[in-house]
């Protein structure tokens, strides 16, 4: 973030609609106004679309699995200092929801833009921060910022007190973009964050023993969450409760450690996250744990999840702190499932770093069964500039594979 000094005919116009009745030379509305965002450009390339499994487009981050696709993605946040305690925080973005643009089906389309932020934030209060209004829900369930993916929004408050060495979060949104939490009865859960369109065998706050699917909850629905954050010689401690009206309750809590050894930097950390449906008897479960290590230009991570044999529906985004995802391989929503992710990585240059990842995913059934391997090369232009090329390979038990390429480029200011 940047403060602004000059702005465009169109900030300048946007800056001026912030200021009161009483119009203000131009020069002071700005003097209090930060800007900064993001604009990200991706494209996909699939051999073969038609062996992914189905409905996986709809739960990994920017995937469409459809052969070709284009991806945009441009965010622009204004803070406006009214007072030396009162800021206000705005949003806007193109693209949003990170929808795909078939090449091989549909021409060119425009980009629609939201205001997706809209909130007030007061620190009047020594070492205490309170945000109300509309804005990312910040819980380890949700994505609240995004360059290049969906984001949780919601209308609430959250405030945030570091009085004592825990820092206690608390947070209420009477209105969230989450959806309903679509249930397949046999097979896979998927908590989803858009409202369900398909109405064949789906009822509300029910479960239909012959459906395949079910919907719980509401769209509009309120969610509560209370949590506690600490760090004490090397290790950061977390726990955090949440309460959705009419649909589900969880808890998470998560360790995390390092530590410094003759040159080589070793991390640990594990999580553990549990979700109950109100529509269900059953736990929802997942635990992940991993070991990096991090030597001059090296570093190599393993990580290891498992779900309940009821179910591993435990986050309303797979890019979420509670979740595990790799580029087409997932755990969240998967039943009585394992997951292993290897990484390891040099950076060649400065600026340019080659990684390889091997991940793979067993579930409770052969259908759930994937794996994958792919080799990405990042290149950091400068610190706001960067971008990386992914090439892999996408396999699933029954099918052949699928080769799957992607280009990304990011810029933030």
Partial sequence: MKKIAKLSLVAAVA?????????????????????????????????????????LETTVKGSDKTGTNNYYKAVANLKA??????????????????????????????????????NFAYTGVKDTTVLAGKMGVPTPWTVASQIDGNEQTGTGAVVINSSTPVTFIGAYFNQTNFGKTTVKSAGNHSLTTAKVTDTTGYTAN???ANADKIAVGKDANSIAVVGAKTSFTGVDLEAYYADQVDTLESYTAAADYK??????????????????????TTDDELTKGY???????????????????????VAYDNDAGTAM?????Y????????????????QVLPKLNIALNHYEVNGNTVDDDAKEIFTQITYAHSKNLSTYVRL??????????????????????
Wanted: glycine residues 10%.
């Fill in 392 to 413: 892999g390979q996408y396999e699933t038990a029954n099918n052949d594979a699928t080769d799957a390429g992607r280009l990304q480029v990011a810029y933030k200011f």
């Fill in 291 to 313: 070991i990096s290590a991090v030597a001059g230009i090296f570093d190599a991570k393993v990580t290891y999840g498992v779900t309940g044999k009821d179910g591993g529906l």
């Fill in 15 to 55: 800056v001026a609609g912030l200021t009161t009745a009483n119009a203000q030379p131009l020069e002071e509305a700005i003097k209090n106004v930060d800007v900064s965002g993001s604009v990200v450009y991706r494209y996909n390339d699939y051999s073969d679309d038609t062996n992914l499994p189905s409905g």
């Fill in 325 to 329: 995802l790799g580029w087409n391989t």
């Fill in 81 to 118: 200092g009214i007072t030396d305690d009162v800021a206000l925080n705005t949003s806007v973005s193109a693209n949003n929801n990170y929808a795909a643009f078939d090449t091989s089906t549909s021409g060119d389309a425009n980009v629609a833009v939201e205001l997706t932020k809209v």
């Fill in 331 to 346: 755990l969240n929503g998967q039943i009585d499932a394992d997951y292993l992710q290897l990484h390891a990585g040099v």
């Fill in 259 to 280: 530590i410094a050894l003759d040159g080589v930097t070793l991390g640990t950390g594990i999580r553990y996250t549990n979700l109950q449906l109100d529509a269900l």
């Fill in 206 to 208: 029910a479960v239909t």
